[in-house]
């Protein structure tokens, strides 16, 4: 199970599933407090703005971030659920969580996953980047971007609200 949430509701969020898996994602000079319950080799912090285009002083995700991103997800031996958040719990983390579920569930439908995000987080709006490198790294032939975009913008949010994914 990947739970996905804010920067905010990080530390409630691993008590209250018993994860003892993090995957952080956020800008340089955001501060993540690892709960003790985390042991270090179990926390990913990976440092991007949440960015589609390069822009001048910020670091767009690129492929080394997602590579990062799946070595983690595939050393999971899902026995306990993981967490993944970042800043608000919208964009890099929802991504985040989709590529891992594809990446995982390999014969599962791009659009389905999609569907499911929506209907979980209707503030999820997925880092278009992230799912570009994903979708390349993966072999899935552009359908992780179409499905991505089919379900469109989020509703406008501050914070999204914790969600659970199943892969």
């Given at each position: ?146 499905a991505i975009e089919a379900i469109g ?8 609200a914790p969600f659970e994914l199943n892969?």
């Amino acid at each position: 199970m990947i739970h996905v949430c804010s920067l905010s509701k990080v530390e409630e969020t691993v008590a209250r599933t018993g994860a003892e898996r993090l995957l952080s994602l956020l800008a340089v000079g955001t501060e993540v407090i690892r709960p003790a319950s985390i042991l270090a080799e179990n926390h990913l912090h990976l440092v991007m703005h949440d960015i589609a285009v390069a822009q001048e002083g910020m670091t767009m995700p690129g492929e080394e971030h997602v590579r990062a991103l799946l070595d983690f997800a595939y050393r999971w031996d899902r026995a306990k659920p993981m967490v993944v958040h970042c800043y608000a719990g919208i964009s890099r983390s929802t991504a985040s969580a989709y590529i891992i579920a594809a990446a995982l569930a390999p014969k599962r439908d791009e659009a389905e996953l999609a569907k499911t995000l929506r209907f979980l987080s209707p503030s999820a709006t997925p880092n278009p980047r992230l799912i570009a490198v994903a979708d390349t790294l993966l072999g899935r032939d552009g359908r992780m971007i179409s499905a991505i975009e089919a379900i469109g913008r989020g509703a406008d949010a501050f914070e999204g609200a914790p969600f659970e994914l199943n892969i």
